[in-house]
């Protein structure tokens, strides 16, 4: 059973056996121009973000340190909430209807952990990551970056859209501090051998070896956390990972 609730003139579609918001209400094509001019509101300079508004228990000394990049519906998200409670990680996602959704999934995680404060330590963020990453975090602010599954853009002439291009992994290079990671998993093996050749590429990381990358309490929730990686795992596709250390 669903119920509705009207909230700040917002409508909220919730399963009234789990308290969390119903993802089929907020459907939304996968694939998004993230070239074209969408209305997104940002910040001049990171010092002008107040993170609060979306932490409201964020400490004094604490600073958003994971990011997730291209989120979805927040599966892995929550993840890292529930893996890293001292760390402060942030979703961001361009798809309005997708990015509602994370919002109301959390706030009703948060409703429903109200004893114990969990989820306190995880938000989402509406914008386009592929341009404003400067304007949310300073230099060498980031300990992780993930991009999981990210829209391969299978067209010739669309590649440039991909998340992973050597402008963009510069701008990342900037905001991730030295010794930090990213992660890249894709169940397209074309896309795989696209990110990994870039990053090789760029001076500023190395990846991981198989075994650096075994050992890393993350990877093993890298394949099924997220919708796009549990629906991989259903049809019994194919898995390409990928880690890179900042230098």
Known sequence: ??????????????????????????????????????????????????WRWLYPSMRADQEVSFADIGCGYGGFLVTLGEMFPEKISIGMEIRV???DYVLDRIKALRHRSSDTGAYQNIACLRTNAMKYLPNYFRKGQ?????????DPHFKRAKHKWRII???????????????GLVYTMTDVEDLHIWIVSHMEEHPLYERLTDEEASTDPITPRLYQSSEEGAKVVRNKGDHFLAIFRRL
């Open 142 to 150: 980031l300990e992780k970056m993930f991009f999981l599954y990210p």
């Open 97 to 99: 209807k997708v990015s």
């Open 1 to 50: 059973m669903v119920t509705t609730t009207q909230e700040n003139d917002e409508l909220t579609w919730t399963s009234t056996v789990t308290g969390l918001p119903q993802k089929r209400y907020y459907r939304q094509r996968a694939h998004s121009n993230p070239i074209a001019d969408h209305c997104f509101d940002y910040p001049a300079r990171p010092e002008d973000v107040d």
């Open 165 to 179: 291009n050597q402008a963009l992994l510069s701008e990342y290079a900037y905001v991730l501090r030295k010794g």
